[in-house]
């Protein structure tokens, strides 16, 4: 139903080691690294979640405004991406507050391995995301809909400050446990809301 808030919970997606690394800025394969970052990958995976929550909602131009059913917003680039689009899948997603505390605790001791639980939320979360955004892809085209890349607050023109607005739709803290800190940054930091337009094919 268009409007209603859903939650969802994942299994641990494939890791790609080679994103780990990249996310890590280490070049090559780097075959000395991996003994310590399976390390870190055993010691972080069964602590992970993998949760969403999302609803539907429609999306319409209104001058030079967006109105996203929950927000106005001037944005070209948001603009540019929903081309076409008469409605949105707005989502929130999170792998936990596990990575954080690693990356706390393992700081002042390992700045290596501080460093491989950043790249390891960060390859998550955007596993997660990708599994999301694969499945709800899998049920547009079904209807006939296409599903167009996600695009997030921050990216382009789109202001961080809509932020506010994405939480108090979807419920993000009692939903998902996310919650929004200082400067719209969110908590846990490994954790994305995103917009996807939906349109015909």
């Known amino acids: 139903m268009m409007g209603t808030v859903f939650t969802k919970f994942y299994d641990a997606p494939p890791i790609d080691l080679s994103e780990i690394l990249r996310y890590a800025g280490v070049r090559g394969e780097a075959p000395e690294l991996l003994p310590m970052l399976n390390e870190c990958i055993d010691e972080i995976m069964d602590r992970l979640v993998y949760k969403v929550c999302y609803c539907e909602l429609p999306v319409s131009v209104c001058g030079e405004a967006l109105d996203l059913g929950f927000a ?96 108090k739709v979807l419920d993000c803290p009692r939903k998902i446990g996310l919650t929004l800190i200082d400067s719209f940054l969110m908590s846990p930091s490994k954790s994305v809301t995103a917009i996807m337009g939906v349109r015909q094919e």
Request: charged share 30%; glycine share 8%; aromatic share 8%.
């Open 72 to 167: 106005r917003i001037l944005s070209k680039d948001l603009k540019k991406n929903l081309s076409g689009c008469d409605s949105i899948v707005l989502f929130a997603a999170t792998v936990g507050i596990e990575p954080d505390r690693l990356i706390t605790r393992y700081k002042a001791v390992s700045a290596t391995r501080a460093l491989f639980f950043q790249a390891i939320g960060a390859e998550r979360i955007e596993a997660l995301c990708d599994a999301f955004s694969r499945e709800i892809a899998e049920q547009k085209t079904k209807k006939g809909r296409v599903l167009c890349p996600r695009f997030s607050p921050g990216y382009g023109d789109l202001p961080l400050e809509l932020q506010g607005d994405i939480f």
